[in-house]
């Protein structure tokens, strides 16, 4: 064989071997790895498919592309669970969107502030720019699994006294909250999905690397009066969800 056909030959046996891998481990799975069960450490499974890292971690990219696996750092890959079925125009609240598909909701709340708006949260509220809004950062998890880091941006004029509640009411759903509280519904939305790496800080919080593909979501809500009350700037985990949009 040449030297220019075994250029050629090598890519192509690599390219086997990533589906070789991808079958394996697939059919591994389906006799019995349950969701969210660890595979072996990288090492081990190279060592396994008498393979490189390099095409290892190749198959192991492909099935977290395909929604099979997901990673978290430090701790290696898992059997993921199915993804959520995520309608950004949906008017319930993500507790009850969880549960409605048999699945286990929990929100944390990371931090909460009065501040400046900037720019682009003005723009987005259509509020005069430094003008006082809320901010809550939360991250939200199904099954036990963070799958979404969520930045909330409140129109301080829409929520006088918005300070007085706690930890335990902002881990709860500000949609329940708003209509209590408030006597706000929401009304119309608008929204944009879009590819994104995940920034640091909610990497961080997601359990992986900086860097991680992402699906980004900003939507911002009026209310029954057609007022911008809010905005959230949502990054969930690419793997953990599935856009379905009911027309």
């Known amino acids: 064989m040449t030297a220019v056909q075994n250029r050629i030959a090598a890519p192509r ?10 079958r394996a481990l697939l059919a591994q799975i389906a006799q019995g790895l349950p969701e969210d069960g ?11 498919f008498a393979t490189t890292r390099i095409t ?19 701790r290696g890959w898992f059997v993921a669970p199915p993804r959520l079925h ?37 723009a987005l509220l259509d509020i005069e720019p430094l ?7 939360r991250a939200r998890s199904i099954d036990g699994r963070r799958v979404l880091f969520v930045e909330h941006y409140l129109n301080s004029a829409c929520f006088p006294h918005f300070e007085r509640f706690g ?5 709860r759903s500000l949609t329940e909250l708003y209509r209590r509280y ?14 994104a790496a995940l920034p640091e800080l909610p990497a961080r919080v997601l359990k992986v690397a900086a860097g991680s593909p ?22 969930w985990r690419q793997d953990a969800i599935k856009v379905c949009i009911e027309a």
């Open 167 to 171: 930890d335990k009411a902002l881990s």
């Open 38 to 48: 660890r595979l072996p450490a990288e090492r081990q499974l190279s060592e396994q």
């Open 131 to 137: 003008a006082p809004v809320y901010m809550i950062r």
């Open 86 to 122: 995520y309608d950004p125009t949906a008017r319930g609240y993500f507790e009850r969107m969880v549960r409605e598909q048999s699945r286990i909701p929990h929100t944390r709340l990371l931090h909460v502030e009065s501040m400046a708006a900037t720019p682009t949260i003005a």
């Open 13 to 22: 046996q690599a390219v086997s071997q990533v589906a070789s891998i991808r």
């Open 182 to 195: 408030y006597d706000i519904e929401y009304g119309r939305v608008r929204f944009e999905i879009t590819p």
């Open 56 to 74: 290892l971690r190749e198959a192991l990219l492909q099935l977290e592309a395909d929604g099979v696996l997901y990673r978290e750092e430090r």
């Open 214 to 235: 992402a699906l980004y979501v900003q939507r911002v809500n009026a209310d029954q009066h057609g007022r911008w009350i809010d905005c959230d700037l949502e990054y």
